[in-house]
């Protein structure tokens, strides 16, 4: 391994993959990292618009050089309009993620998505019930078909607002009100924002954020609930289940498919045809002894969720994971699949794949999956796998998996409690458990991989914090051992009394990206059980490997649900002090929450710690000195 390369990640596989794919010549993303050395510093500090044609412009941070664009925006306007830009990415992703699925939900209703179904027909009609339909004496696919109805009109102009709001504590929605951030459409906030940066329209840089609040609050209880919602219901909700992670899910005497991005509509077809008998004799024919389906990233995490699948790795692996040269075929659909996948699987026999018509990447065969052909298609592809498998080369797959337990949906951990939040509730009051902390996000080169994410939770779990994670941090943490029932020993005292009485790890994984809504959710039920708003509660949120522009939303959502959130590496807002101290300081009167920043995850430990302890204090429940 280069020196360059010394101590990127934390992980054996990470290490020993690298090494491998610099002997086979591959560059990897800390390669390109390196190449784009300096990064510039305008950009960083978010001080640079090329919005107009009129730029693109700079703001010189020092004073010296020029304070204003060709517009006139200053650094407040730029850095704000930068930061809101990126809050609409990160919303209009997820939510779109959720409008494909209530397209498959509509296609089940009205019989054109072939091969999916209702899998939960009871969680179909709960939320139907929220939606105001009427069930009473209807079929499952009249009220599917009328569901997905009322959920396409969240997305657009028709609502005063999106209807799942009314899941949030009683005290929030007022809060909301108050700061005229009520989410009315899921794209109408996205679009309004994209229309306020325009050069020319809102230059005021608070109610430019006030509206990425309310953005990323329409995906949070919007798009990405949506998202989550049907997928449950036509997927299944999901329960606890064992499982395994990292490169070593590999198979070397069978055919290994990886399915990589977000979409449970492909990888839920992918893994049925890898079900199949017909499928499974076709690989024993070809001389494997079956066929392995594993995942990366979150479609990986939607099937770990709901049947226990392997994960191979997260985002920061998916480069490497290739060079095992164990892989027949990748498929991908969409966000986090890094363009240089393509080229680096054409070292090896590896297919690559993608499937959704607003995803192409270089080098890679494009067959679209629609609700129409999907199971189809699916099955071709498969073959198509099982037939890539007698030209694979040499393999290399370094490491054993590590055992996990996934699955922990909201309904997954009332039941797990006894079916009311009351003993978790009862635990915290106790002091048993100090508070919780949804740990959530990526990996960025920029950090040791997986370091920030797996030291942050240790440290929490250490000192009786519960942790629930999702996304790629949740891959960090099920592979450094945290995710099983023997794990309540890296846990404090009265943690690893609580997690050992109800046999489940510390460290709770509770799905994909989408899936960060479910923890909306279960800090509703604890406020509504308290009788408190989501602010008083003893929680807090982490991105502390974070790089997309998801993140940001997610972050953004969080924040405005009342959720105090650190984050690891600093967004692009330093060259704006207003907008830095409108977002650490400033919110906390707006929303009751604010952001911190803190790339060291000792340090961000110790900020939730305090913070923690401070809101239990204003709850009068024993509180400690941190
Ligand atoms: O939505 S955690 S690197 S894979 S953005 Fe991407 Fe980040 Fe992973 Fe999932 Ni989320
Ligand atoms: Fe420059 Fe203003 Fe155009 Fe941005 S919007 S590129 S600051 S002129």
Known sequence: MSQIHEGVTITEDGRLLLKKAEQDQIETVWDRLETQQPQCGYCDMGLSCRICIMGPCRVDPFGEGPQRGVCGADADIIVARNLCRMIASGAASHSDHGRDLVEVLAGVADG?????????????????????????????????????????????MRQKQIRLLKRAPKKRRECWEKAGIVPRGIDRETSEMLHRTHMGVDNNWQTLLLQALRNALSDGWGGSMIATEVSDILFGIPSPRPTTVNVGVLKKDQVNILVHGHNPVVSEMILEACLSDQMISLAREKGAEGINLAGLCCTGNELLMRHGISMAGNHLMTELVLSTGAVEMMLVDYQCIMPSLGEIASNYHTKMISTSDKAQFPEMVHREFHPENAQKLAYTLVREAIENYPRRGEVYIPVKPVNAVGGFSVEAIVSALGGTPAPLIDAIKAGKIRGAVGIVGCNNPKIKHDYANTTLTRRLIENDILVVDTGCVSVSTAKAGLKVAEAIKYAGPGLKEVCGALGIPPVLHMGSCVDNVRILVLASALADALGVDISDLPLAGAAPEWYSEKAATIGSYFVASGVYTVLGPMPPITGSINVVKLLTEGLEDVVGATFGVEPDPEKAAVMIRKHIESKRKKLGLPSIDV
């Open 112 to 156: 054109s998505a072939i091969g999916y179904s209702i899998r939960d027909e009871e969680k179909l009609k709960r939320v139907a019930v929220e939606y105001d339909i009427d069930i009473e004496g209807k079929e499952t696919l009249a009220i599917a078909g009328e569901l997905a109805q009322a959920m396409m009109e969240d997305y657009g």
